[in-house]
T-cell receptor
Framework: SQQGEEDPQALSIQEGENATMNCSYKTSINNLQWYRQNSGRGLVHLILIRSNEREKHSGRLRVTLDTSKKSSSLLITASRAADTASYFCATALSGGSNYKLTFGKGTLLTVNP | NAGVTQTPKFQVLKTGQSMTLQCAQDMNHEYMSWYRQDPGMGLRLIHYSVGAGITDQGEVPNGYNVSRSTTEDFPLRLLSAAPSQTSVYFC??????????????FGDGTRLSIL
């Protein structure tokens, strides 16, 4: 079963707008990662946030983590057409089972020029 | 530095045929894994390995075999292909054997169709 679930399933915005997508997970985790997948390509790592961190930035990306709500959000500011892709969160259970990284079903982001 | 290389990129099989999907990494990574990606299902873990000689099952292992005789290679074998195995297959790797601790490096995938 999938640990993380992204919301919304699809998001369409205009260039220059901000895009926010969310990830909810079910059980305690060590870290949470976000990935991007361009059409027809493999996944590319964007950012890793640890369970003791609340917010992390990387360029135009801002990730938050709320362990009490078991949720994370990915904000892309000043979006560009090149940001069009699917975005996935990935988690592993804390403790002895964290050799298995599970992915959500993804959010498909379309940025219109 | 090639990263994670998957071959072939595309393959069409007939039901009952066998084949091996190749995955190789040149980064001396301990952890390697195989996922399948189906429309609307996200990525699902098939098998993983935390080092040479060590493999274990993921979420959807049935119908697939793996081995890890070297650090660099992690082939995925379909012994008797079924139409339900039509999918895009991704291989990933990381230095840390616990994949939650480090970014995963992905190959570009193998697109497999089984008729």
């Amino acid at each position: 079963s999938q640990q993380g679930e992204e919301d919304p399933q699809a998001l369409s915005i205009q260039e220059g707008e901000n895009a926010t997508m969310n990830c909810s997970y079910k059980t305690s985790i060590n870290n949470l990662q976000w990935y991007r997948q361009n059409s027809g390509r493999g996944l590319v790592h964007l950012i890793l946030i640890r369970s003791n961190e609340r917010e992390k930035h990387s360029g135009r990306l801002r990730v938050t983590l709320d362990t009490s709500k078991k949720s994370s959000s990915l904000l892309i500011t000043a979006s560009r057409a090149a940001d069009t892709a699917s975005y996935f969160c990935a988690t592993a259970l804390s403790g002895g089972s964290n050799y298995k990284l599970t992915f959500g079903k993804g959010t498909l982001l379309t940025v219109n020029p | 530095n090639a990263g994670v290389t998957q071959t072939p990129k595309f393959q069409v099989l007939k039901t009952g045929q066998s084949m091996t999907l190749q995955c190789a990494q040149d980064m001396n990574h301990e952890y390697m894994s195989w996922y399948r990606q189906d429309p609307g299902m996200g990525l699902r873990l098939i098998h993983y390995s935390v080092g040479a000689g060590i493999t274990d099952q993921g979420e959807v292992p049935n119908g697939y075999n793996v081995s890890r005789s070297t650090t660099e290679d992690f082939p995925l074998r379909l012994l008797s292909a079924a139409p339900s195995q039509t999918s895009v297959y991704f291989c990933a790797s990381s230095k840390d054997p616990r994949p939650s601790n480090q970014p995963q490096h992905f190959g570009d995938g193998t697109r497999l169709s089984i008729l």
